[in-house]
Structure formats: C-alpha cells, structure tokens
C-alpha cells in the first residue's frame, strides 16, 4: 500500500524554539495532506488541510501563524510550530490523499506521527 | 460539522472471545467509514473500512457493519488474540479526499 513518512519521530526543544516537521509520501502524488494533532489518551484532532501549491486551511481554534504548513510539492508538506511551549507538546500526524485514485474513495494514508516535547 | 460518537472508551476481552465496538454520526451526506487500530506512540493503520452503499464488510476476524438510517456502524472482532490488543478509531468522511473526523476511540485489551 502507499506509504506516508514522517520525520523527526520524536523532537524534543526548548521553549521559545520553533520545529519542523516533514511528511512525505513516499510512492504516490499527495494533492491533499491533512495534519492531526493527538494528546495523550485523546483521538486525532484534525488541525489543518494543506493543498499543494496554496495556503493551508485551518480548522478553528487553530493558530495559522503558529503552526505553519507549507505543500511546496505533491509528495512533500511542512509543519513548523514556531516558538514552541509546552502546551504544544502532542503527537503530531499526517496524513495524505493519494491523487487520482481511481475510485476516489476518500482512503487516507497516514504517517508514524512525530511526538514533540517541548521543555 | 460532522460529529462522530465511540463507544465503548475500554473493553476488556478473554482470548478468544468477540469484541464489538459502536460508532454513531451525525452528517447524513458522510459515505465513507473506516476503522483505524493505533498502537503505542505509533500512527493509526487502517483496518478495515465501508463505504455508504454497503451494509456490510468481512475481512477474515474483522467486519464493519453500517446502518445508513440510524446512522451508526460497529466493529466486530472474532476470536480475538493478545496482538489485537490496541486503540481502535471509527471515522467517517463526507466525499472522498477529505478529512477524516474520528471517534474518541477504544482501548481493547485482549486478556490471554
């Protein structure tokens, strides 16, 4: 099946720094990559949707200027959390939909997630 | 928007026996429904999954079933085995290549 990755799996900073984080999917075109946020214990809260090629759409409660997405190219999209405190630690995960799926039966493929700790 | 309810938040099970987990939503328009098991500090990995034009699916161990009028589906596992031990997650889509809302989830563990 189609693969997404995810690096770093695991990040930890100082506050006040900033973090990227990449998913790439690895043997599909990904017009469209959703990013989820998951606390410990809690399921996947959806935090934005990034098309290649256009500004991400955020999902409300959601700062854009604080957690930057960037789709530069269909198999790659960014997720910077600029100057990072710890109640942005979570478990962070992409997840990609496959371009020109034939049936566009809406599967998602989804990365390992990244956990970020931020001190 | 779409809102999408899980029950039960734990099971218990002895090895061997079936567990079944209830899913319910809300928008009418959603058609697609897959289920997700995610174990420790890892992402979820799809399972199994229905889409509105059917009733029912079986793969091996594990089926999903879908009331389109209620509007609930469930997960039912068979003969279940230590490494069925996870968190599972129902979703549901409205229209393909968009994002999935996901239930609270379900901790399963599969007493051996």
């Given at each position: ?15 006040g720094?900033?973090v ?17 946020r998951?606390?410990?214990k ?11 090629g ?10 854009k200027?604080?957690?930057?997405i960037n ?9 910077t959390?600029?100057?990072a ?16 799926h034939?049936?566009n039966t ?5 990365g ?8 | ?30 058609n697609y ?16 999954d ?47 290549r968009?994002?999935?809302t ?11």
């Amino acid at each position: 099946g189609a693969v997404v990755s995810q690096h770093p799996s695991r990040v930890i900073c100082k506050s006040g720094t900033s973090v990227k984080i990449e998913c790439r999917s690895l043997d599909f075109q990904a017009t469209t990559m959703f990013w989820y946020r998951q606390f410990p214990k809690q399921s996947l809260m959806l935090m934005a949707t990034s098309n290649e090629g256009s500004k991400a759409t955020y999902e409300q409660g959601v700062e854009k200027d604080k957690f930057l997405i960037n789709h530069a190219s269909l198999t790659l999209s960014t997720l910077t959390v600029t100057s990072a405190h710890p109640e942005d630690s979570s478990f962070y995960i992409c997840s990609a939909s496959f371009r020109g799926h034939a049936l566009n039966t809406g599967e998602l493929f989804f990365g390992e997630g990244s956990r970020l700790t931020v001190l | 928007g779409e809102n999408v309810e899980q029950h039960p938040s734990t099971l218990s099970v002895q090895e061997g026996d079936s567990a079944v987990i209830k899913c319910t939503y809300s928008d009418s328009a959603s058609n697609y429904f897959p289920w997700y098991k995610q174990e420790l500090g890892k992402g979820p990995q799809l399972i199994i999954d229905i889409r509105s034009n059917v009733g029912e699916k079986k793969d091996q161990r594990i089926a999903v079933t879908l009331n389109k009028t209620a509007k609930h589906f469930s997960l039912h596992i068979t003969e279940t085995q230590p490494e069925d031990s996870a968190v599972y997650f129902c979703a549901a889509q409205k229209g393909g290549r968009r994002a999935l809302t996901f239930g609270s989830g379900t901790r399963l563990q599969v007493q051996p």
